[in-house]
């Protein structure tokens, strides 16, 4: 797509806009920009290369962008740089940019550019480049609705501060309590005017926060983790927490830490680093940077890492699901025989008796079988000491790699055609778990074992693909086997 038909550029400003549904934005961070080294060549290939292969409508520089002197004289070369490829631009600062030329200088730079989209932010809070970029919908879309001035998307960005004195406290600063204020009002001001419901969001920043180092711990963490560790602030200021209270952003993205490019979900919420883009830079990776696609209309993104060498594989939000996986994971076939000759509900068999485990399912005394539309637990006629299972055909709409979960008080277990996708077994109280399956389009046989031990009782089975968010399976898709 062409970058001209992306934007509209104004007498200050250009308008970022979806076009043909999607936002393309291109992460470059830690650039570490120094005036005079020939190193700088390299980023700015670096650069050129990624913008000429992906076509971004929005470059997002987060952070240690200029790290040497003569500062003035750097961030000129760096501005001109996105002048001369003709795309707009946010940045948000690093820990080291202040260091050699003050944050409002670099901003009064910056504003004079007219590719630049970001501003100073209020004076009144802490560190200074906090803003939001709306994303306008489609035009022809928007034309068509009359509603051309009500954005489809928000972009966040976030000074994340640099030192802080107390070393007591640590090494770095973190987000302030003021500039957490500032973005719940902006967040509350946007979702008013957006008719109360949310608009999807990402966030720019440069440190990690603290809740990094649980996505780098997380058994599907995807990408490099080559740092060991994630440089955060020692102190927890809560953002993350207000994001998610907020319910509007999908996605934060940070800089920092040279090695690391991983991204995973916390808490129904992305959490990842750009690539590199910086010679300069210390570290190992590949130069480049992180690409973000956005969906008009969707709380979905896909993103990818792209170097001069091309694009790694793609991680994808909300399912958490990538493209290795979708290249390298066995398929499961589906059965031969059409949905139309089917009947619809689920067949279970009701227990009572004593389980730990849900082995122990069958030796229980059977007490009622039947059909009902979606596996439930609701009609179960005894408080403690019961048990379910269910069997369906499940219509899978498309190839894939498809999310299955439960959610049971006691234990649970879910097999697709045979194989144990999801083990929530043993008795404990309400929790989650949750297993990935490769699975061709058609129908494929499904078995749900559940039982209830003592004290409370919970259940619900659902799943997701790349294209279909998280909910509990729908009697739409279960069929009674044969």
Not at 232 to 251: C, H, T
Not at 328 to 351: D, E, I, N, R
Request: glycine share 10%.
């Amino acid at each position: 797509m062409g970058l001209l038909c992306a934007l509209t550029l104004s007498a200050q400003q250009p308008t970022l806009r979806f076009v043909e549904g999607k936002f393309r934005i291109a992460q470059f961070t830690d650039m570490h920009w120094m005036p005079g080294s020939p190193k700088c060549d390299t980023t700015a290939a670096t650069i050129r290369s990624v913008i000429r292969a992906e076509r971004p409508q929005l470059a997002v520089l987060s952070g240690d962008v200029v790290t040497g002197d003569p500062a003035t004289e750097g961030w000129k070369q760096v501005i001109a740089l996105f002048e001369k490829e003709q795309i707009p631009f946010a940045v948000t600062m690093g820990n080291h940019d202040a260091e050699y030329l003050t944050k409002d200088s670099i901003y009064t730079l910056l504003m004079k550019s007219p590719w630049f989209v970001g501003e100073k932010g209020p004076r009144a809070i802490g560190g200074l480049g906090n803003y939001v970029l709306p994303v306008q919908g489609t035009k022809e879309r928007a034309d068509a609705q009359g509603a051309d001035r009500q954005p489809q998307a928000l972009l966040y960005l976030i000074d994340s501060n640099d030192y802080q004195p107390r070393k007591l406290l640590g090494h770095y600063d973190w987000v302030h309590f003021d500039q957490i204020a500032w973005y719940r009002a902006e967040s509350q001001r946007w979702t008013e005017a957006n008719g109360g419901k949310p608009l999807p969001a990402v966030a720019f920043f440069h440190i990690p926060l603290t809740e990094y180092d649980a996505v780098a711990r997380h058994e599907e963490c995807f990408g490099h983790f080559l740092e060991g560790a994630v440089a955060s602030p020692d102190i927890n200021s809560g953002l993350f927490a207000a994001m998610v209270d907020k319910q509007e952003v999908m996605a934060a993205f940070c800089g920092h830490d040279h090695d690391n490019d991983f991204i995973g979900l916390h808490l129904g919420m992305a959490l990842g680093y750009g690539r590199v883009t910086g010679a300069e830079a210390y570290g190992d990776l590949k130069r480049g940077a992180r690409i973000i696609e956005l969906y008009e209309g969707e709380r979905r993104f896909d993103t990818w890492i792209t170097t001069p060498e091309g694009r790694e594989a793609a991680w994808y939000y909300p399912s958490a699901l990538n493209g290795v996986e979708e290249r390298t994971m066995s398929y499961l076939p589906a059965l031969q025989q059409p949905a139309t000759q089917l009947k619809p509900g689920v067949a279970y068999t009701y227990y009572e008796g004593k389980c730990k485990k849900v082995e122990q399912i069958a030796a229980c005394q059977v007490v009622q079988q039947g059909v009902m539309p979606v596996p439930s637990i609701a009609g179960a006629a005894a408080e403690d000491h019961f048990a379910y299972t269910f069997r369906a055909l499940i219509q899978i709409p498309r190839r894939g790699i498809y999310r299955f979960y439960t959610y049971s008080d006691d234990g649970s277990v879910l097999l697709i055609d045979g194989t144990k996708v999801v083990d929530n077994d043993g008795g404990h109280s309400a929790r989650r778990a949750e297993g990935k399956v490769a699975l061709e389009a058609g129908l494929h046989e499904l078995l749900i074992h559940y039982f209830e031990d003592y004290m409370g009782e919970a259940f619900e089975a659902g799943f997701s693909s790349r294209e279909i968010d998280e909910t509990p399976l729908p009697a739409s898709i279960l069929f009674q086997p044969e």
